[in-house]
């Protein structure tokens, strides 16, 4: 894992050391608990570490208050903060005992996170267009995961949503969505992880999201944008 990431990431000695700590305690809890199929060190650097980091070179995070939406067990939000530590991170989920988990393990990585268990559609009516930046890994189709994150995003901001090799299908399929929330599809940032291509589609916040979105989860999903 260190070696990867020391060839790699860019990242300073105390960085790597902190990411590796984070990637042995998932790897150790993975044991009793679901958080990754990825248990194998080095696929953890570089299918966790280096695709979540990857990142910092689609937008600039210095400083920003991010939202990590449907977070798992903490992709991309803690890898995000340790190489970027001037982030203010939220990192949310529905499922308390990954949340529980990040927060027992954060605090003794030395690592600043607000960890909220509630449902993004929800949790949302408290933070409304209050983030500079929102993310989230493989959680949903674009369509979906547009209403669930732009809501959070100030104008001016951007949400990024990590896709793979149906990235460019998902974007046609949700331009409607995007549209509707307020948002709109800037620029798509490849980079490469182990033998695929990865994608950063990065949707800027150009005008506020209608009050009425997002609608209940369940409408979200029988009826998307």
């Not at 939202?67 to 203010?88: M, N, R, T, W």
């Not at 030395?110 to 209050?130: F, L, N, P, S």
């Amino acid at each position: 894992m260190k070696a990867v990431l020391e060839a790699r990431s860019g990242l300073s000695p105390e960085q790597i050391d902190t990411l590796c700590a984070f990637g042995q305690a998932l790897i150790e809890k993975n044991q009793v608990m679901n958080l990754t199929a990825i248990t194998e060190p080095q696929a953890v650097a570089e299918l966790h570490f280096l695709d979540c980091i990857a990142l910092l070179q689609a937008e600039d995070f210095s400083g920003r208050r991010v939202i990590d939406v449907g977070c798992g067990a903490g992709f991309p939000g803690v890898p995000l903060k340790i190489a970027e530590p001037s982030i203010e991170l939220t990192l949310l989920d529905s499922l308390a005992k990954r949340m529980t988990w990040l927060r027992e393990i954060l605090p003794q990585l030395g690592v600043e996170a607000e960890v909220v268990t509630a449902r993004a559609e929800e949790y949302v009516q408290t933070c409304r267009e209050q983030y500079d930046i929102a993310t989230s890994r493989a959680v949903a189709r674009l369509n979906i995961l547009a209403e669930l994150c732009l809501p959070y995003v100030k104008v001016g901001g951007a949400f990024l949503a990590m896709k793979g090799a149906l990235a460019d299908e998902e974007m046609e399929e949700a331009k409607r969505a995007i549209a509707l929330l307020g948002g709109k599809i800037e620029r798509v940032y490849e980079y490469p992880i182990q033998d695929a291509i990865h994608k950063a589609v990065v949707i800027r916040k150009v005008s506020s999201t209608p009050p009425k979105y997002p609608r209940a989860f369940a409408k979200i999903k029988k009826s998307p944008l």
